[in-house]
T-cell receptor
Framework: QQPVQSPQAVILREGEDAVINCSSS?????VHWYRQKHGEAPVFLMI?????EQKGHEKISASFNEKKQQSSLYLTASQLSYSGTYFC????????????FGKGTLLTVNP | DTEVTQTPKHLVMGMTNKKSLKCEQH?????MYWYKQKAKKPPELMFV???????INESVPSRFSPECPNSSLLNLHLHALQPEDSALYLC???????????????FGPGTRLTVT
């Protein structure tokens, strides 16, 4: 079942902050976050696991509320390079590592 | 080296053609994936290989035939495709698909396929 991402799009000025949300109606084992720039491959940002473990880039922060099955990606002091489409991918327990991606959030950072 | 390579970058084929997409990684990853991505849509999982064996087939039509000759290579054989199969085909790899572990996926740049 596809997770729901919000907002669909956000426009920032350089230096501003943004939060991207991802929610599921099913119990999740993990949430992955990827960024894809136009014409490029998705790039891994963060994994948040049931139980609280996180793996990812130092400059990226995210949270996973297991009770609500919601994850949020926090982008602070945004830079021009943050522009792109952000996808969350959710994995359910016992799914043999099948990731289902949300529809994506288009982030545009302007000077 | 954290690179996944895919060839060709672009492919145009007729509905009666047979072609193959190739993906390669040298990170020692034991899980490899094929995704299909339409414009402005998220990647959709097609196949997962774990330790060179097909682990997941997301009810993909038989005109798409995956193959994993060894742990570094993944092929996608295409035959009698339809115009609606035109899309970006992404390959990815990850360390493993063991249960109770979750690993990041490394994506290749994709092959942009056009079916005429």
């Amino acid at each position: 079942q596809q997770p729901v991402q919000s907002p669909q799009a956000v426009i920032l000025r350089e230096g501003e902050d943004a939060v991207i949300n991802c929610s599921s109606s099913k119990a999740l084992y993990s949430v992955h976050w990827y960024r894809q720039k136009h014409g490029e491959a998705p790039v891994f940002l963060m994994i948040l696991l049931k139980g609280g473990e996180q793996k990812g880039h130092e400059k990226i922060s995210a949270s996973f509320n297991e009770k609500k099955q919601q994850s949020s990606l926090y982008l602070t002091a945004s830079q021009l390079s943050y522009s792109g489409t952000y996808f969350c991918g959710t994995e359910r327990g016992g799914s043999n590592y099948k990731l289902t991606f949300g529809k994506g959030t288009l982030l545009t950072v302007n000077p | 080296d954290t690179e996944v390579t895919q060839t060709p970058k672009h492919l145009v084929m007729g509905m009666t053609n047979k072609k193959s997409l190739k993906c390669e990684q040298h990170m020692g990853h034991r899980a490899m994936y094929w995704y299909k991505q339409k414009a402005k849509k998220p990647p959709e999982l097609m196949f997962v290989y774990s330790y060179e064996k097909l682990s997941i087939n997301e009810s993909v039509p038989s005109r798409f035939s995956p193959e994993c000759p060894n742990s570094s290579l993944l092929n996608l054989h295409l035959h009698a495709l339809q115009p609606e199969d035109s899309a970006l085909y992404l390959c990815a790899s990850s360390q493993s698909v063991l249960r109770r572990e979750s690993y990041e996926q490394y994506f290749g740049p994709g092959t942009r396929l056009t079916v005429t």
